[in-house]
């Protein structure tokens, strides 16, 4: 317990600084904006912020990202409440109670919930985080190539599992992924690998290029195809501070939510989405009038809201201790350590104390101020939602085509993003969920170098990975969730928890 506090104390020494608290207010700012503005989620805004922490340090360009992603947490809420439209789709769920209780003049105590249950589901993951990372890293020490590989593996199929639609189209998408990460110069032999005789691409596929294009320019093409409508709350918003009645409803929900969150959020491949889902479920079972739900129900609010904020931070557990991103936000997370030289996993905790625990206590710092930014300035945020595309969109092109061409100084990167984004486009308008993709990608690298370091001390018997324990139980478990998956009865169910 005092080795926890002391790492603590030196996460909050480096969090504290002004350079990183400055940082960490500009994350949870654009985080909330990004939530607040439906139709630019956190993986677009992370993709179009990459380029701008290249001048950054680490631990600063880290907790800045860390800071939109669960920011727009909180963001999304207002526009769930006030617009029925979820700033998120991790607030999708807030919409069905939140808009009926600003329809019933109640947005104020909506808002309010939202914001103190968001606030200490943020709390609790922030200790589950600190306290369960130096055991995982302890036990990710002792792992071997193989068994990191078989993780890697296991880490796939969940998101295989956990992607929206169908298990072939999730499939296929990964494999895409691993396929564009062996793109570039074998470091062992020099033998080009799929570059076509293209000299750019002797060094790989750039990650902020696939990341802007596949998602950040594409996201911007499949809003243009939104029509507008937003259904602005017309009454008062009210206080924002719930009355004590209001309250003592909602204690136990937040409590219920923060811990469900905490637990779903280190699913691979999950994130924050499960958690708001499982809560609203658990809360209508648990209550005494089910029929209040979704006609105003401020548990309906609590328990979700503090679900979403709570997986979103503990979804960094798989990716600080054990190096492995478990969705699509991490996965960019991945790319920006990289970038800034930094190999994720185990090691960094040793290696990096200063970024681990400056991470982790910046969560808690940046939960504090998203109380603050969410509200008192409610009224800003009302306002920011009647900001209409067509003067968005042209803002955030522009933006992202100098961060692009910033990288390299490249007019060829800038090509190749717009081409990456009609891809994009078109695999979503055919109904393929592009986050698997990028997991392939960023995670290929890593499988491919444990894969061939695992053989390489087994003397190329692939038997390695059933030989060791754990590699062989993590296999086990990988092939298991895919049968179940793929068996008819449950996959109608998979199907069907998708649709609701």
Known sequence: MSDLFQHLALGFSVALSAQNLLLALTGCFVGTLVGVLPGVGPIATITMLLPVTFGLDPVGAIIMLAGIYYGAQYGGSTTAILVNIPGEVTAVVTTLDGHEMAKQGRAGAALGVAALGSFFAGCVATLVVAAAAVPLTRVALLFGSAEYFSLMAAGLVFAIVLARGSLLKAIGMILVGLLLSTVGTDLETGVERMTFGYAPLADGLDFAVLAMGI????????????????????????????????????????????????ALGVLPGNGAVLGPFASYALEKKLAKDPRRFGRGAIEGVAGPESANNAGAQTSFIPLLALGIPPNA??????????????????????????????????????????????????????????????????????????????????????????????????????GFETAPLLLGYVLGRLMEENLRRALAIARGDPAVFVQRPVSAALLAVAALVLILAVVPSLRKKRDEVFVE
């Open 215 to 262: 998602f950040g320019l594409a996201e911007v093409l499949r809003n243009l195809e939104v029509t507008e409508h937003r259904d602005v709350v017309k009454r008062p918003i009210g206080r924002v501070l719930p009355s004590m009645a209001e309250l003592r409803q909602s204690a136990r929900p937040i409590v219920r939510g923060s811990l469900l969150g905490s």
């Open 329 to 430: 936000v991490m996965a960019l997370m991945v790319g920006a350590m990289t970038i800034h030289g930094i190999v994720p996993g185990p090691l960094v905790m040793t290696r990096n104390p200063s970024l681990f625990w400056g991470v982790v206590a910046s969560m808690w710092i940046g939960n504090l101020m998203l109380l603050v930014i969410n509200l008192p300035l409610v009224g800003v945020w009302v306002r920011l939602v009647k900001v209409p595309y067509r003067l968005m969109y042209p803002a955030i092109l522009v933006f992202s085509c100098i961060g692009i061409y910033s990288v390299n100084n490249s007019p060829a990167d800038v090509l190749f993003t717009a081409g990456l984004a009609v891809i994009g486009w078109a695999l979503t308008k055919l």
